[in-house]
């Protein structure tokens, strides 16, 4: 057996990696907006001129929460299209 084939052979055989639930992702949304709001009300306690700047800060922190979250859905969804793809049946 040639070694290509060994290692095709083999890949078909690995254990799927760890994944978390579509669930978890949908809490952890719930959490970025939940600290997202929290950060909003923490507005009224500011001075007048250090509002503006606390909001955009709160902004730019959600979205790159929700950038992050995004990618790593990503990558999870890339991840399962792989593995489906090394464990369809080898083609004659």
Do not use: C, Y
Not at 33 to 54: C, H, I, S, V, Y
């Amino acid at each position: 057996m040639n070694p290509a084939a060994l290692i095709e052979v083999t890949r078909r055989d690995a254990p799927p990696p760890e994944m978390d639930d579509l669930q978890d992702d949908a809490g952890m949304m719930m959490e970025i907006e939940t600290d997202f709001r929290r950060k909003l009300m923490g507005l009224r306690r500011r001075p007048w001129n250090e509002r503006a700047a606390a909001l955009r800060a709160a902004k730019e922190w959600r979205k790159s929460a929700l950038k992050a979250l995004r990618e790593k859905r990503a990558g999870e969804r890339h991840a399962r299209h792989l593995l489906r793809r090394l464990r369809a049946p080898a083609p004659n």
